[in-house]
């Protein structure tokens, strides 16, 4: 285990006793547990669509985790000003290749997501989520500590810029998230109430606006209320397998919903889980993400850095709704959306864009001593 002397002042000395290591090793095993996953769920995957490498996605996710490990060590190196720069970076970046893919993007599905680069299909809106949250949060404590700069304003154009792109690719998920994230910044900035309450009222007119004007969106809708309005094949295998499980699980390797299941290595990966590992491993899942969450707030409950404060809090109601909404998803909770489990899913972007959201909130929950920090 690495270990650093309390007087190392060598850039990893510091980090390694100003970091929370207790979150540090919960996202570690969340990874080893994606990695164990992965390995069980895919290989089917593979043979059904083709693929002479069983093991292909289990290599893919390996070599997509080591730069996503990295990247999140690196980001957790920097100071609270660093995070901010990086953020404010790659929210610009990532926004304009999520206007790109209005005009370049692959279409998979009626919706262009991504971008196709030699040996990685990129999906430029995973890398605005965190960077957003950030860069929101920067924005909304300029409310609070510069008086004449109208931070909130420019949030609100941001956000609304955002939003936008996402509706056109379309990707209301993704969408959703970015609001719920931004409305979740903006009340807790302390900004106008009744603003607050008509914004809030105008996110619920907006998803009855999609539910009329996203056929897609319809028809999720529809068949989460009525199962028998349309086909809910993956859903009603999901619900199999965690029945099969019970609460101890057929053992590692033994489940069978994978073999008929399309996406048991991304979306419905936890249904694998649930019925090769049971009930009780299911809710160290659960356990692990919400120690995660829980812990982030815990270190910035007595923040005095508007900043910190609002940017932390937006990364981690990020982390924890992504992952309440793959699980939900999987239990027939709330209609089905594809989005991965957070370290755990298959997925190339969505790997790289948590290491560095989950670096920047190991960044600044850091400890931090003297008038310069």
């Known amino acids: 285990m690495m270990t650093f002397d309390r007087t190392d002042q060598s850039i990893f000395g510091r980090w390694w006793w100003t970091v929370d290591r207790w979150q540090l090793t919960a996202l570690a095993i969340l990874m080893a547990l994606g990695t164990v996953l992965i390995t069980a769920a895919s290989p089917p995957v593979a043979e059904r669509i083709g693929i002479d490498d069983t093991f292909y996605f289990v290599e893919r996710h390996l070599i997509m985790l080591l730069p996503a490990v990295l990247v999140m060590i690196g980001v957790s190196l920097l100071s609270p000003r660093g995070v901010r720069r990086v953020a404010l970076l790659m929210f610009l970046a990532a926004l304009a290749l999520v206007a790109a893919t209005l005009v370049v993007g692959v279409e998979i599905k009626g919706a262009r997501r991504w971008i196709h680069i030699p040996g990685l299909s990129l999906q430029p809106s995973e890398f605005v989520k965190p960077a957003f949250a950030v860069v929101a949060g920067w924005l909304f404590s300029l409310s ?154 815990a270190r910035v409950f007595n923040e005095n850095n508007y900043f910190i404060m609002l940017a932390t809090a937006g990364l981690l109601v990020q982390f924890g709704l992504q992952a309440m909404i793959n699980m939900g998803s999987a239990l027939h909770l709330m209609p089905t959306k594809g989005m991965t489990l957070p370290f755990i899913s298959y997925g190339g972007s969505s790997l790289l864009a948590l290491g560095l959201g989950m670096g920047m909130v190991l960044a600044l929950t850091r400890k931090r001593f003297g008038p310069g920090e």
């Open 144 to 297: 609070r500590t510069a008086p004449g700069f109208p931070g909130a304003l420019v949030s609100m154009a941001l956000y609304g810029l955002t939003v936008g792109l996402l509706l056109m690719q379309p990707d209301l998920g993704m969408a959703f998230v970015v609001s719920a994230v931004w409305f979740t910044q903006f009340f807790l900035a302390g900004l106008n109430i009744m603003l607050v309450g008509a914004l809030a009222v105008l996110g619920i007119v907006g998803l009855v606006g999609a539910y009329f004007t996203f056929p897609h969106v319809t028809s999720r809708i529809d068949r989460f209320l009525d199962p028998q309005s349309g086909d809910t094949y993956q859903v009603s295998r999901s619900l199999e397998a965690f029945a099969n499980g019970g609460l101890m699980g057929t053992g590692p390797g033994q489940g069978t919903v994978k073999f008929s299941l399309p996406d048991s290595h991304a979306d419905f990966i936890f249904a694998v889980a649930g019925e090769e590992m049971g009930l009780i491993f299911c809710l160290f899942i659960v356990g692990l993400f919400s120690f995660v969450v829980l812990r982030g707030f």
